[in-house]
């Protein structure tokens, strides 16, 4: 369980028909760091080398140009992990962009989704119920 029992509710984490979930916000995420606490992480780094070509910030180059930065250093993220390392189900992808969207939404941002799942299945021309489910997702928010 993560620190927003309201949202989890709302996504499902506590449905024991879904795959468990947690939220946390950037606040309880610098706490947790500072904490020493490591039981949320990235096992793989798969999600955190994307997430710093989208918007790294050159890290410890943080000298007045640094040459390693992000596409959108300043971009705010919005991370859904849908899977705990084992694979990734429709039905978790597809509450993972609802979420994504539903708090871009919340927080009035524009919004940009990567969605990496290590794979290359289906038609990709609309068709599946993942891209149908992914379309349905993004118009219920714009």
Request: proline share 6%; with cysteine.
């Amino acid at each position: 369980r993560g620190l927003h029992p309201d949202l989890e509710d709302q996504f499902g984490c506590t449905d024991p028909k879904q795959t468990p979930c947690a939220i946390y916000d950037a606040t309880d995420i610098d706490k947790m760091i500072q904490d020493g606490i490591t039981s949320i992480h990235d096992a793989q780094g798969h999600g955190t080398h994307v997430t710093s070509i989208a918007a790294g910030n050159g890290g410890t180059m943080l000298f007045p140009n640094p040459i390693y930065a992000g596409v959108a250093p300043g971009a705010t993220l919005i991370v859904a992990s849908p899977s705990s390392g084992e694979g990734f189900y429709d039905a978790d992808v597809l509450n993972a962009a609802r979420f994504v969207f539903d708090r871009a939404d919340y927080m009035g941002l524009p919004i940009a989704v990567n969605l990496s799942v290590g794979g290359d299945f289906g038609p990709h021309e609309g068709t599946s119920s993942l891209e149908k489910g992914l379309y349905s997702s993004f118009y219920t928010f714009r």
